[in-house]
């Protein structure tokens, strides 16, 4: 089955690190730029990051540009958010997204809740 | 940045009703553009592509139409499945999410 699960998701102070992951199965994972989304509580979707199929170019919306990073093992069809100096405004549903080229995201994960509070 | 706005940001429709969210963008997108739905607690959904191309599986009641900045999604008979939120999203620079259409019933 064509799946994506992102796990670690938690609670974690503000200034904290955390690092969430994303299982890819079912298709070739190499082959596809990936991303994440978040979506805080109430809120609407905001794109936060991709990385091309190869690692080799990521982007970033402003607000985590220098506080978080995006990578990839293609050995492990694995996709990884690294966020640092975490804010309150981080608090959100995270989604692992797969994307055509460069473009729409024709796969999503469950999500997985990260909470930024003390 | 591209910036993309939805209207209405509420609906209220009746189940047979023809419905049409529109997005702009603040600057020509050509035709990369998509569609998604949301419903509560769940993923979102892909829908359209490329302003009008229709994902496979997603019913042909749904349908995208547009290019450059205004853009409409149009979904020609209401049915109860359909009530939830929808979202545009530019991909020609960057992306960048409307901020959605809640569909609710009347």
């Known amino acids: 089955e064509v799946q994506l699960a992102e796990s670690g998701g938690g609670l974690v102070q503000p200034g904290g690190s955390l690092r969430v992951s994303c299982a890819a199965s079912g298709f070739t994972f190499s082959d596809y730029w990936m991303g994440w989304v978040r979506q805080a509580p109430g809120k609407g979707l905001e794109w936060v990051a991709n990385?091309?199929?190869?690692?080799?170019?990521?982007y970033f919306v402003d607000s985590v540009k220098g506080r978080f990073t995006i990578s990839r093992d293609n050995a492990d069809n694995s996709l990884y958010l690294q966020m640092n100096s975490l804010r309150a405004e981080d608090t959100a549903v995270y989604y692992c997204v797969r994307n055509e080229y460069k473009g729409y995201s024709d796969l999503w994960g469950r999500g997985t809740l990260v909470t930024v509070s003390s | 940045d591209i910036q993309m706005t939805q209207s209405p940001s509420t609906l209220s429709a009746s189940v047979g009703d023809r419905v049409t969210i529109t997005c702009r963008a603040s600057q020509s997108i050509n035709s990369w553009l998509a569609w998604y739905q949301q419903k509560p607690g769940k993923a979102p959904k892909l829908l359209i592509y490329?302003?009008?191309s229709l994902e496979s599986g997603v019913p042909s009641r749904f349908s995208g139409s547009g290019s450059g900045t205004e853009f409409t999604l149009t979904i020609s008979s209401l049915q109860p499945d359909d009530f939830a939120t929808y979202y545009c999203?530019?991909?020609?620079?960057?992306?960048?999410f409307g901020q959605g259409t809640k569909v609710d019933i009347k």
């Open positions: 490329k302003a009008s």
């Open positions: 999203q530019q991909y020609d620079t960057y992306w960048t």
């Open positions: 990385i091309k199929y190869d690692g080799s170019e990521t």
